[in-house]
């Protein structure tokens, strides 16, 4: 901890001293590996990332209500390049997140296997498609949710398409913990984690239900990405708080992206590595953009990312070995004092 705070206060003083802002003054600073401080720091990752909040329709048959749903990523993507962004994230259902009543063959009134015959696919991929054309006009990375269509008859994919600032695909990221209905009825899993990177910022993309599995975040610190992508059209549970633990305990950003539905008790919003929630939306149902520069210099994550990070690494790698002691009283579980 004296480390920690000789760093921070160091950093704080010629900040005070030159007028710059924290981040600023960190570019001056670096640890070496001997817990150090020397100067002349290289820049800090910085992206900046837009996350959204849209209205989720829920029935792939509705033609006017696809086009809508483009329309209205669409009019955010403009907003979020407007405002200086790198990358925007859009929400699970964002185009359209088919009800399992809509989709059933034994609906209304009760959910059986989808019929997914019933979805507008043309309509569906012509909306991607102008997603895309507009990601590279605004040279803009667009993560946009969608089912996948596969070859029949497999199920679809629950996916988050990552469409590249040339509005071409570079990759997907397919649901693999589904939910009860999603897997017996929807969907087909996926397999593995994806990861990708902006102007030197590495993301890890997550959907649906997956914020309650805390090994998929862990998996995702494993492989060194700076900011996880969590796109959903709602789940139980409170879902803000475990995107905050979850930012908070691997010190790396989180974003959520919401309906805007889900407005009013969780807006859409992103949480730096050190647990606090640093943008969000407004909390009354419109579409909208929170916008952050993910920074590791800032004030918000420098602690995270240049302390607790690194630490629980090493403390994971066996350091403690050496340290334990071979002691009756620490045998006797039932020692008294």
Not at 55 to 75: F, I, K, N, Q, T
Not at 280 to 307: I, K, N, Q, W
Request: hydrophobic residues 35%; aromatic residues 8%; proline residues 7%.
């Amino acid at each position: 901890m004296t480390a920690r705070g000789n760093f921070k206060r160091q950093v704080r003083a010629r900040a005070a001293k030159t007028g710059e802002s924290y981040t600023a003054a960190l570019r001056h600073f670096r640890q070496t590996p001997s817990g150090d401080v020397m100067s002349e720091a290289r820049n800090p990752r910085s992206v900046r990332l837009a996350v959204a909040q849209t209205l989720v329709r829920e029935d792939p048959r509705d033609v006017e209500a696809l086009r809508e749903s483009g329309r209205e990523v669409r009019s955010l993507m403009r907003e979020a390049g407007g405002q200086g962004a790198r990358i925007v994230h859009f929400p699970e259902g964002a185009l359209c997140f088919p009800s399992k009543v809509v989709m059933s063959v034994d609906g209304p009134e009760a959910v059986g296997p989808a019929d997914w015959d019933r979805c507008q696919w043309p309509v569906l991929r012509s909306e991607l498609a102008a997603i895309a054309d507009l990601a590279r006009e605004l040279g803009l990375w667009t993560v946009i949710p969608s089912v996948h269509r596969l070859t029949g008859p497999n199920r679809p994919h629950n996916s988050l398409y990552v469409i590249s600032d040339r509005g071409t695909v570079v990759t997907r990221y397919d649901e693999r913990l589904l939910s009860h209905t999603k897997v017996s009825y929807m969907y087909s899993p996926g397999v593995s984690p994806v990861t990708f990177e902006v102007d030197g910022v590495r993301f890890g993309c997550l959907l649906g239900m997956e914020i309650h599995y805390p090994e998929l975040f862990a998996e995702y610190e494993k492989l060194d990405v700076g900011c996880v992508l969590f796109s959903t059209s709602g789940t139980p549970g409170n879902t803000a708080a475990q995107a905050q633990g979850h930012a908070a305990v691997n010190s790396y950003w989180v974003s959520l992206s919401v309906p805007t539905q889900l407005s009013v008790t969780a807006p859409t919003g992103i949480v730096a590595p050190n647990g606090d929630w640093l943008a969000r939306c407004p909390t009354d149902g419109s579409p909208a953009v929170a916008v952050v520069d993910l920074d590791d210099g800032s004030e918000a994550a420098a602690d995270a990312v240049t302390f607790g990070r690194p630490w629980r690494r090493k403390a994971r790698t066996g350091i403690y070995a050496e340290h334990q002691v071979d002691d009756p009283r620490s045998d006797d579980r039932t020692a008294a004092f």
